[in-house]
C-alpha cells in the first residue's frame, strides 16, 4: 500500500512538473544547463551555470553572468530578476521585481515589464501598493542586504505614486482606509489618498 500511494504521488509531482514545462526539460552537460524538447532534442544549448523548468507562462529563469535572468523558448533574455533568497524573485500580487541598469520595476509572470524600473529599490506588493524609495542603498549585513537611507513613496498595482516620495520611513500602510504612517524629520504622522 505504500509503495503504492509513493508511486501515485510521485506521479502526480512529476505530472504538475511536465505540465509546468511548457516541452522544453533543462538538462546538464559539463556542468552547464540548456533545454531539450520531449523528443530528447537539444532546443537550447547548455550556456547557463544554473536553470529552472519552463513555467505555464512559457519562460524559464536561468544563471547567467552569475545574475538570475528570464528567458523565453527562443532563448531571449526578457529581463533580469531581482535577486531574492539565492533565487529569482518570488511573485506577489501577480507581480516581481526585476532589475535594470541599476533601478527596479516590476514584471509579470511572462516576464512582461509592466511597472517601469525608476526607483532604487521596491518593496513586494502587498494589499495591492509596493514601498518605493529612492536614494537608498543595499548595505551588506552578513549573508543578507539591509536597506538604508534614501526617501519613500507609495505606488498602486498600476504604477502610479499615491504617496509621493519624500518620506525618511513608510511605517505603515492600511491599504482599505488609503492612509499610511509616514516618518518625516523624526516625527511621524498620517497621509491619506483617493
Known sequence: MKKQILLFLSLVVSGSLL???KGFISFE???????KDKKGNV?????YQHAME???????????KNKWVCINHKNNVLLESFLYDNGPDYISERLAR?????????HNERCQKVIKATYDFVYPFENGYAIVCNGCELKPEGEHKRI????YGLINRKGKLVVPVVSDAILSVDAKKKTAEVK?????GKVNWK
Open 43 to 47: 532546443m537550447i544549448k547548455p550556456e
Open 98 to 106: 526585476f532589475v535594470e541598469n541599476g533601478k527596479m520595476g516590476f
Open 29 to 35: 552537460e559539463n556542468g552547464l544547463y540548456g533545454f
Open 184 to 188: 518625516e524629520g523624526g516625527k511621524t
Open 19 to 21: 505540465a509546468q514545462t
Open 148 to 151: 538604508v537611507g534614501g526617501l
Open 54 to 64: 519552463f513555467t505555464k507562462s512559457g519562460v524559464a529563469f536561468v544563471v547567467l
